[in-house]
């Protein structure tokens, strides 16, 4: 069965500094990828996704992910961080077309002025 | 364009007492949907799915129950409350996987 794994809990970084959000998933194929951000209080908000084609993947927001088949990453970027990104960030992989999406535990992130 | 609502956003009940959370979606049809449970900490746990009216797959046993009375409706249920019930609801919809689930803005559910 496919999992994901966020490997950090908190990420702690300097408003302007750049970020990378790291994910690992499980599968024998190519996933479907997904990163998702949380507001406090709020819902989930699609940030992007993956499943083919250019391996790296713009989102909104100003992120970017990169697809590594060879390292199985999804790993999130973003060259400049603004307070307003502090928020929560989930990975999530889904297996196939009519799968569930299963979600990572999630790095809180925080921003330090 | 598709839009999702949940309601209420915070609800503080006693414990012993019903549950009704509502979920809905609108501008799609016969939609996927979903409830997840997000306690403090501890991620996002899936609750129950379901596919279309009346088809309803637990993934947790659990004091809680979810049925899809009309196409686009999806009802968390339960009849007595627990302490532990407490936590973040969250309904989300798809209807393909490959774009992604669309979640609504939550229910806070504190079990007094």
């Known amino acids: 069965a496919q999992s994901v794994t966020q490997p950090d809990i908190h990420i702690t970084v300097s408003e302007g500094a750049s970020l990378e959000l790291r994910c690992n998933y499980s599968?024998?194929?190519?996933?479907?990828l997904f990163w998702y951000v949380q507001s406090p209080g709020q819902g989930l908000q699609l940030l992007l996704k993956?499943?083919?084609?250019?391996?790296l993947v713009q989102g909104i927001k100003g992120f970017e992910a990169e697809f590594k088949r060879s390292q199985s990453s999804f790993n999130l970027r973003k060259p400049s961080v603004h307070w307003s990104d502090a928020a929560e960030y989930f990975c999530a992989v889904g297996a196939n077309r009519d799968d569930k999406i299963i979600f990572g535990k999630g790095t809180r992130l925080h921003i330090l002025p | 364009s598709q839009t999702i609502h949940q309601w209420p956003a915070t609800l503080v009940q006693p414990v012993g007492s019903p549950l009704s959370l509502e979920c809905t979606v609108e501008g799609t049809s016969n939609p996927n949907l979903y409830w997840y449970r997000q306690a403090a900490g501890r991620g996002l746990q899936l609750l129950f799915y379901s596919v279309g009216i009346g088809q309803i797959s637990s993934e947790v046993p659990q004091n809680l129950s979810a049925s899809r009375p009309q196409d686009r409706q999806f009802i968390l249920s339960s009849k007595k409350l627990l302490l532990s019930d407490s936590g973040f609801y969250l309904c989300?919809?798809?209807?393909?996987?490959?774009?992604?689930?669309?979640f609504g803005s939550g229910t806070r559910l504190t079990v007094v």
């Open positions: 989300a919809w798809d209807y393909n996987l490959f774009d992604g689930y669309t």
């Open positions: 993956y499943f083919s084609g250019d391996t």
């Open positions: 599968y024998g194929a190519t996933p479907y």
